[in-house]
Each structure stands twice: as structure tokens, then as C-alpha cells.
């Protein structure tokens, strides 16, 4: 994002929704219809990303998937292939958000296990460049779609 670079960690991809969600968000997932959730972690500075993609039919059903969810929806931490686990019983930050027929979320913390304060300003920036970078993707995936179907 910009100028950080973030370390690309583990991936995973799942059509059972709820399997990779904690919290309340699992069930929000499974009655709004969710059909596949795809998740990474990224990485700097001792802090560890996961983002959820989570994708719907449509636009509405992942809409209300994102006002549905509160604070104790959150997409499950994905750690290994050197990511350390981080939000085991700690405070961590996370964000949601939806664009088309994608509900998105973050999950942020320290990969020391320290919990995550309105104070550590690093934590919020890895959150915030990493929901914003998922908006943009699924953006231009959008957009490229678009421009195949007026080009066919």
C-alpha cells in the first residue's frame, strides 16, 4: 500500500463460511448466504493481517452480512508458513465492510500476543491499508469483468 510492503503469508479458501469465521460472524455468514470465503494473512513489524473475502450472490445479501456484523464478528486468524498465531486471547482490531457482492473483514493484532490498544497507531494503519488494498482489488476485478462483457 503506497510505499509499505507487507509480507504475503498463509492463504485459504473454503465454501463452508462459517468454518472460518469466530464470534458471531459465522452464522451471520451462513444465513445471508455466504458461497465461499477466502482468507489471507499479511505481515510487518511484529504485527500479523488476516482479511476475509467473503462472496455472496448478491449485492444486498453481503450488504446486510456487513450491518448484521458487530464487534464480535470477526474472520478467524490465519497463521502458519512462518505467521506466528496472533488474536489467540487477545485484544486485536478488526474491521467489515461490503463492495458488490462482497462483505469484507479484517482482523489485526500482535503477533507477540500483546493485546491492542486505540494507542498502537501501527495496528490501525496494517488494518486500514489492508481493508483499503481488498476494496481496490475487488474493484478492478469488478471493472475487468465489465470490460470483457462490453468487448464480447
Sequence with gaps: ????????????????????????????LTADGCTRLIRVTYTKDGIAATVGVAVFDSEAQATKAK??????????????GGVKPFCAGAVCRSTTNSYGRYAYFTLTGFTSGKDVTTKDT??????????????????????????AAANR
Excluded at 500500500?1 to 472460518?20: E, F, L, Q, R
Excluded at 450491518?67 to 502458519?80: C, E, F, H, M, Y
Excluded at 483499503?132 to 469488478?142: A, K, N, P, V
Design 1 to 28: 500500500m503506497g510505499s509499505t510492503v507487507y509480507k504475503k503469508g498463509p492463504t485459504a479458501d473454503t465454501t463452508g463460511c462459517a468454518t472460518a469465521a469466530q464470534g458471531t460472524l459465522g452464522p451471520i
Design 67 to 80: 450491518r448484521r456484523a458487530d464487534k464480535k464478528s470477526i474472520v478467524k486468524p490465519l497463521t502458519g
Design 122 to 147: 501501527a495496528v490501525f494503519r496494517t488494518g486500514d491499508d489492508l481493508a483499503e488494498f481488498t476494496f481496490q482489488q475487488i474493484r478492478r476485478r469488478g471493472e475487468a469483468q465489465a470490460s
